[in-house]
């Protein structure tokens, strides 16, 4: 073998891909939001039964739009954390936070939004 060929076969390899975060801190960090995302979930659900049970005092129900509204405020939770799970899942814990917090804002934003734009007063038949 020659020289220059056998030099180059000892030199050390070296990679820039950056290591993973363990596992256990990333499941932390997924749980410690979804609590976030549960407490978000809570309200909805609270907002639908409270309603629910509101118009049954009043004598009147909830019309099919109010129900589609309140079921939309339960859904929007889980699909926003699911979603920022997913596409965090192999990420670095810092993105991965970030993404869960962004989310929270948006799941903040959505669920106001909704309330707010059909009036939960209107919810009612």
Do not use: K
Not at 39 to 50: I, P, R, S
Not at 69 to 76: M, T
Request: negative net charge; glycine residues 12%.
């Amino acid at each position: 073998m020659s020289e220059a060929h056998t030099a180059g076969a000892t030199a050390p390899i070296t990679t820039d891909a950056p290591r993973r975060a363990p596992s256990w801190l990333t499941v932390t960090v997924a749980i410690a939001f979804g609590l976030f995302y549960a407490y978000d979930l809570w309200e909805a659900v609270g907002n639908l039964v409270g309603l629910n049970i509101a118009a049954g005092d009043l004598d009147t129900s909830l019309s099919g739009g109010g129900w589609a509204v309140l079921i939309i405020g339960v859904l929007i939770p889980l699909a926003v954390y699911g979603l920022a799970f997913w596409l965090g899942r192999r990420r670095a814990v810092g993105v991965q936070a970030l993404m869960y917090i962004t989310g929270l804002c948006l799941v903040a934003v959505l669920s106001l939004d909704v309330y707010v734009m059909f009036s939960l007063g209107n919810l009612i038949v």
